[in-house]
Structure formats: C-alpha cells, structure tokens
C-alpha cells in the first residue's frame, strides 16, 4: 500500500462523530472499509475517526468534518491508515479480564480515548466492566490523572474553591447560584464550571444561562474569574478532562453510572480547573440518584480517599434530597427563584438551608470561619445583599443584566395547574415524576418550560388548593406533562385522620 | 412536533451502517439530533438507523442508505421519530444487573437488535455483562431460539447434517471441503453454511470460493442442495440468525468470545439451516481458539446441553490443534491442497485424519455406520475417489469447473521460503505466528496470499532445508509477513542432542 496523500476539503455532513469520507476507489486501495476506524494523521499527529465512503468525495481527496478539521489545526493534506486495533487495546483487554492496570496504562489508554482510537462499543465494554471489576482506589487515581493530563488545565496561582453536587433532585441547579456569590463575597475564588442538564430537567449551566453568557473560552475564564472572583459558566465547551464527556454521553446510552466513574468525572474536571478545596454534596432521598444512607456513605469514602490522593482538602455533605429543592423546577423558573431568593435575603426555607450549609462548608475549607460557624456567616452575607451585590457582578463580567429582575424571566405561555382532590396533608412529592413532568413540559432545552410547586411535604390543603403548576410552550407537550403528573400521583395528599378503629 | 412524511432517495454515502440523512432544519424540527438513533418507519414498520444531517439533502426529503431502503421494502415516504431507548431497554438494563430474563425478554431484545434499535455501545454492554454474569441454560436456550426465529428458515423436509468447527486454527478452513463431499456421497443431505473468516487467514466459504461461486439466495440454496445433496456456500447474504452477525461485528471491536454466545451464534445459524444432526469440532492446542482440555470439555457440555434443549442430535469432537492442519493456509493454498487430496484419495496425514474422523461421527450420527465404524467408511469413500466425484457436483452446481486442476489455482507472484538455520527436529510450528504472517501476507482478502509449510512437527531437517513459503502479491506485504514469522519464531527447530553431559 501507498501512502496516502490525500487533499483535505471541509465537509458539512454531520453523522454525530468525527468522520472522513473518502472517495470509494480510494478507500478501496488503502484496505479502508466504510464504518471501520482509521488513524488521519497530519504534522506527525495521528487522529481516529469513523471512514466513511462517498462517491462525490474526488479521488484523491478526503472530506474531513469540522470538528476534527478543528483538531487536526485545520491541516490542508492528511495520509488516512486503517486502524484495526487502538494502541493500548492490551491493556484494555486486560481491564476486561479484570485485571488491574497501573499509570502508565491508564495514561495510554485515556490518551487514546481522547485522540478517537476508541470507538463506542470498546468505551462501554470498559464501563461495563467497572459494574464487576470494581477500579481499587489506586487505578481510580490513575484514572482521574489520566482524565486531567489529556485535557487543558486552568490555572489561577492562588486557591481555588469549589462546591459540586451530583444531583439527581429537581430543583437542585440554582443551589449554586446562591452558594457561588456567597463564597465570592467573601473574596475566595470560585470559579464555578458546571455542566448542562445530563438527565435532570436543569444544570447549573442551563439556568444561569437564563441570566447571563455561559460558554467563554479558557482565557476568558481565567481573567473573568480574577475580575468578579466567582463565576458560574458551562464547562462544556473547555477541553477540560475531555475523556469525561466521551464516558458521560456513552453511560446515558447504555443506562449506567458507575459509582467510580462518576468520582472519577466529577474530580477530573475539578482537577482541571486547579480547583484544591472542594465540598461535594450528594442528595439522598427517595427518587435521587443515591436513595439510601449507606451507599451514600460508601461514595463520600470514594471522593474522600481520592480527594486526599489528589491532594484536594474536601468536605462531603450528605444533604436531603427526598423531595425537590425549593418551589421551582426548570432553567428560567430556578433562575427567578434564585435571583428572588438573592434580592430579598430570604427564600424557600430548604433552599436558603442548603446554600448556606454548603457555602458555610466552603468557609470552613477556607479558615474564614472555624468550624461549625461556616453557616451562619454565608446566612449573615445572603440576608445582608452581599451575596446579591456579588451575584449582581457575577451577572455583570459573564455579560448579562445586573438589573435584571425576576419578573423580567420569561415563562412558557401555557399553563397547567393542579388542584388537591381533597382536604389533607402533603404527604410526598415524587422527585421522579417531577423530573419526567418538567422534562416531557419541554425543559431544559425550553429553558421556559418547568413546574412551580405551590406546597412542599407537610402543607395542609383543602380540597381545591393549588398544589403545582405546569409551564410548557404548546399543547401537545403541556397534554403530556400533566399525564405524567397523573399517572405518577406526583403529589401524595392524606386525610389528618389515616385510619380509623371503631 | 407534527409527524413527519418525508419522501426517500437512494443515498450511496456509506458509513458503515443504517443510515437516514435529513436536511438540518428537518432535523431540528423533529428534535434530532445527529448521531442520535432514529426510528424510520414505513407501511407501519419501524426499523432503528443512524440519524445524520446534511445540507445537500432537500428539505422535506430523507435521504436513506441502500441497505436500509430494501429492508423498508424500497418505500417512497417515511416518518422518521427520535428514538431514545429501545423498547426492550428495561429487559437489557435488567440484564446488565446480572438478572435473570425469560423467553418473552430474549425475543423482545433480539427482535430490537435486529430491527436496528441498539447501537454498539448497547450491544457491547450485553456481551461484555455474560463475561461477569453467565447466561444460564435456560436463557441460552431462550437467546438461541430469538435469534433463529428473528430471522429466515430454510427447511427441506429430511434430517439435514452438519459438521461445523470452531475454528482458530490455521490451515483449518480446508477441512470441510472434504467432509461435505464425503458426506454427501453417501447420499446424506449436508448443505453447509459457513463464514467468511473472522481473524483466521481463510473461512471455509473464502477457501471454497476460489473454486465455486459461494454466495446464493435462499431459494437458490434450497434448490440446488436436494440436487447435489452437499453444499458449501457462505451463509452472510442469507438472512439466518441475522442478530448473530452484529454480534460478532462487536465481539471483533471489543476482542472478545463469550463461550455461550459462541454456542448461540453456531447453534442459531444451524438450526435456521434445519439442521438436526451436526458434529462440533473443537481444535485444542497452543494458540488455538482453546488451549486446555478442561476448557474445551466444559464448551462441549455448554454444546451438548443446548442441542438436547433444542432437538438437535450433536456429537462433539475435541481435536488437535496445536499446530496447523496440512501444509497449507490461505484460500487458494488450502483449496489447492484439498483438491488434490481429493483427487488423489490421500494427502497430509493429519488432515486425512480429521476430515475422516469428522466425516464419520457424521456417518454415525446418521446411522449410516455403527457407533466406531464411521471413520473407516468415510476413509474409504475418499480413497476410492466417491468423495471426489461427489466434490465435482457440488462445484459444478456452484458454478465452478468441475474439471480444475490444483496447478489451476493462481497462487501469488512474490515468494519467500524460509530454511532452517540448522540440523536438527521441528519441535513446535505457532499457529499464531502463522496466523499473523499469513494475515501480513494479504490472506484472506488477497485469496492468493498465505504460507506452505515444507516440514511438521516431528520432522528432522537439515541446516538450509526449507520450512516454510510465504506467498504475497506485492513486496511490502511480503516483508511484513518476514518480519513476523522471524520475530515469533514460528518453526523452532532443536538440535537432536538438547544437552551434553561430560
């Protein structure tokens, strides 16, 4: 076989992936088979990608999409190899045997994952196999090392700070809205990145969208954050522990999420961010992503013993996640909620009790408060506006309105609201099928899309009472919504009297 | 979202699997996105494909991927909806949890997988999940059935035969060119199906091909084994276990063979074949597909248990394999070294002996020889030449020449022979290292590439005799197989004295 000069043209069809489309005859003398993987290699620098064929490429061309165009430093000729087997494939197939891998395995083959050797069956079987083959503490080390060298690191030259939930509970995104100003308002440095919705109806970075620009390159971060010294911006778009965004979109397809895996995701990006004092808060409950106790202690021993590896000061808070935070549940209403909740120094009490712990956590990290008195102090700065003034700059440096006001969030025109059939006390709301509601309403992509519950467990209603409103911007998905909120019986109402004995 | 009728083209863009292209602003209408899975229906039917977008394709049009077109039955309109998990997806989720499935669950996750709505991270989860949880017989037995009724099956009204070998070891794929004829002389009907190579350098249909046409309908094939009695075709363009080939497309991406889809994945193709008497071959040996005897008896039960389950008649033979089998690997090596050993009734004694011995566990099955009398039977049926004029038949209802000779057989231009560096006995020829050089060599794509050996295990040689001939059909190919057989060692030949003693 010759090598394989090819002349690169951009390409704008999109099959989801990094592909090149070669001209049949092309493709025929290189042994290169459409739907196999290749190396495309430019400059010494060999990239995978998924070969394709197409009889209007012209011989002796390859059409090349964008995004790896883009990886490839937009490179105008490229020799294309067929690539039967990743480099690292041994040690691959020795992590499917179960057996363990050390450092310098780890790198290679997070290296390889990152430059597309990969494909989507070989990342699953590796997923898969965590489910048996539990990581030890020392490969998940490896592994997070390996997630943070393959990607960019930020760095500030001082301490960075960082609070980071797993989620799993409605209502939790806007958390950060307050935790973030509160800690900035003190001076530490927080710059917050955070991800958009993965199967929640809001991410942080979805809500704070609502507000202001997330998406700013790695530059603009670094001085932004110098600037306000808190920011709260969508990681996604930083090649930050980019391994992780390759794990996280394969895990949504097969339906996993595999407690090391998701440490491993959560401390890699932090890593990347310099962040080296961090609170990590898992909500339990009912219908969260850790429903009990015990597991929820065995994953905050999982981040404590990397975190001390790595050589972050953390903290764990086990948090309350049996039912959703607050009142409002999806990006623009969390987004009024919090901004509500910053302006007047007072809000939902579970939402104002949660911000401040965590905030007051981050505190205790920092020596800016001795320990048990982190709590009152981010309440004092919440209640006294400077957390609000704070947010207010926040707004400001990523682009937005500072003046802006809660009324000013544009909700979904049609609206749904469900009253109680009977007198009673709130007995349960159902994180599950609020979270279907809201999503089928159309969040997070309609960020004016949600649900703004009108009580919380332990209300007294009567019969008639509102007990949640459905927001959603056509027919057809408000239709869906309340089914789901039916179907479910999202809401739990009880007689006061349960039962009665002759 | 309004549903979406949307008129087909032909598309020739190939990517290697079901592939619909919309227009971008189609796409975003219906909510896809690219790369995401779809259901494309027709006429009520949906089958799962690979979303893309493409500028060039018009608005209102959906350009569809000719493989996927003709299962549609060459529709001309279709609706096309996002697909986010499978119907069967509970089933799978419970799976990977290590859970039991019963009958109706296999049916339902086949018929999704043959319907296109799993993709290859899916797919690979389910492999990988038997490697920690086994199947148990009952699921096997309910995986095997799902996978034969998901697709077509040929019956002919009489007990049908078979003889099938695992493989992986080279020089291997020549051994049913001369059971079937053997078998089939006696009148046995013995329509065998068989595979292309997977990793050997020649699958029984690669080798047959380069004497007969191999690839036919279902029809075709009905028709013409009641003419001839035996057949060797490739069984890829029938649609027989059509799950089955996605499967092993995987299980070659990920390097693995979970033993019980290895007994599905043979039993499925056999039974949509109507087979009811069939004899498996397991080569054991170094460097064979399995290298201990306690491994191979407990795939043998895995066989035994499941053919009893299925109604099938199955004797196992564990055979030798731990070095190749006759002199030659690679299509045209290996057709060259049956025919003759056909014409003459007799060549390498290995391969005499199995092919007899396979063949008369076949006899025997069929009651046509006593229990320990098959093998001389089939013995005599190839030294009288009755296995030869059978083998004419079926190559002439194949469409080859009845009348080829094996110097017709084009063998590659550029050769190289390696000689023996010294005197002394062959004490062990690698059936990997041979694997690999013959692959190097452009085998089994380049039908005329492979290796002769000169000499067997046992042999003595003298310094400069030669071991071995490597065919290939350009120099680069040619020194690559060098390289490997040179690295590996491939004939270790010993000195006869091994060690002196004062």
Redesign the interface.
């Known amino acids: 076989?010759k090598p394989a000069h090819l002349r690169v043209e951009p390409v704008?069809?999109?099959?989801?992936?990094d592909?090149v489309?070669l001209n049949p005859h092309d493709a025929e003398r290189l042994?290169i088979?459409?739907?196999?993987r290749v190396s495309v290699v430019c400059g010494g620098r060999g990239l995978g990608a998924?070969?394709?064929?197409?009889?209007?490429v012209e011989a002796g061309k390859a059409a090349i999409s964008r995004g790896l165009l883009k990886k490839l430093d937009e490179c105008s000729s490229v020799e294309v190899y067929p690539l039967d087997?990743p480099p690292s494939?041994d040690a691959?197939?020795r992590r499917?045997e179960g057996k363990k891998l050390d450092a310098g395995d780890y790198k290679r083959f997070i290296s390889d994952i990152v430059s597309g050797f990969y494909?989507?069956?070989?990342?699953?079987?590796f997923?898969?196999?965590q489910?048996?083959?539990k990581l030890s503490e020392e490969e998940l080390g490896y592994l997070i090392r390996a997630m943070v060298e393959t990607g960019e690191v930020v760095s500030f030259g001082e301490p960075v700070y960082d609070e980071h939930s797993i989620g799993g509970v409605p209502g939790n995104s806007k958390v950060a809205l307050l935790v973030v100003p509160t800690v900035a308002s003190k001076g530490l440095l927080i710059p917050k990145t955070s991800s958009r919705a993965i199967t929640s109806p809001a991410g942080t970075a979805d809500t704070m969208e609502v507000l202001a620009r997330v998406t700013f390159s790695a530059e603009e971060i670094h001085e932004m954050a110098l600037k306000a010294r808190g920011l709260i911006v969508w990681g996604g778009a930083l090649n930050l522990a980019p391994a992780d965004d390759i794990f996280v979109r394969?895990e949504r397809?097969?339906?996993?999420d595999p407690p090391a895996q998701m440490v491993a995701s959560i401390l890699a990006k932090k890593l990347a961010m310099s962040v080296s004092r961090l609170v990590i808060d898992i909500p339990v409950g009912r219908g969260a992503k850790v429903e009990d106790e015990k597991e929820a202690t065995s994953l905050a021993s999982m981040f404590l013993s990397q975190a001390s590896r790595l050589g972050v000061t953390m903290r764990v808070a086990l948090t309350f996640g049996g039912e959703p935070i607050g009142f409002a549940v999806g990006p623009a209403l969390e987004a009024q909620e919090a901004l509500e909740t910053l302006i007047k120094g007072d809000g939902p009490p579970g939402l104002i009790e949660k911000a401040c712990s965590l905030a007051g956590l981050v505190f205790e990290l920092g020596g800016v408060a001795p320990r048990g008195r982190g709590y009152s102090l981010a309440c004092e700065l919440l209640r006294s506006g400077a957390a609000y003034s704070k947010f207010r700059e926040i707004i400001e440096v990523q682009e937005g309105d500072p003046d802006v006001k809660p009324d000013d969030i544009r909700l979904a025109s049609r609206q749904f609201t469900l009253e109680s059939p009977r007198d009673g006390v709130v007995t349960s709301i159902d994180n599950v099928a609020i979270t279907l509601a809201a999503k089928a309403a159309g969040a997070p992509d309609d960020k004016s899309a949600g649900i703004k519950l009108h009580v919380k467990t332990g209300y007294r209603v009567r019969k008639g009472d509102p007990l949640l409103t459905i927001y959603a911007s056509n027919d057809?998905r408000l239709h869906e919504a309340i089914r789901i909120i039916e179907e479910y019986n999202a809401v739990m109402i009880e007689g006061v009297i349960v039962k009665l004995l002759p």
Chains 1, 2 share one sequence.
């Open positions: 076989m704008d069809i999109d099959v989801g992936c592909v489309f042994g088979v459409a739907g196999s998924l070969a394709a064929v197409n009889p209007s087997l494939f691959f197939k499917l494909d989507d069956a070989q990342i699953a079987a997923l898969v196999s489910l048996h083959h394969i397809r097969i339906g996993i057809a």
